[in-house]
């Protein structure tokens, strides 16, 4: 259903934000890297987007 909603409105940076979320939640950084970048690209005023983004970044570059 997420999915479809961005097919339907891919510029709707609430429903990149979640996406990111869920992406992050499963373990898969690189989806919730891209979709974070979109969110924040679409609503650069979203301050948790962009924590979200900053730390996602963080955590990968600190991985091995």
Do not use: C, W
Request: proline fraction near 6%; hydrophobic fraction near 35%.
């Amino acid at each position: 259903a997420l999915r479809d909603a961005i097919r339907v409105m891919p510029t709707d940076p609430a429903d990149r934000d979640l996406l990111a979320s869920l992406y992050e939640q499963i373990g898969d950084r690189t989806a919730a890297i891209q979709h974070a970048q979109y969110s924040v690209e679409f609503d650069p005023s979203n301050s948790e987007a962009r924590k979200r983004l900053a730390a996602l970044k963080r955590d990968q570059r600190d991985r091995p």
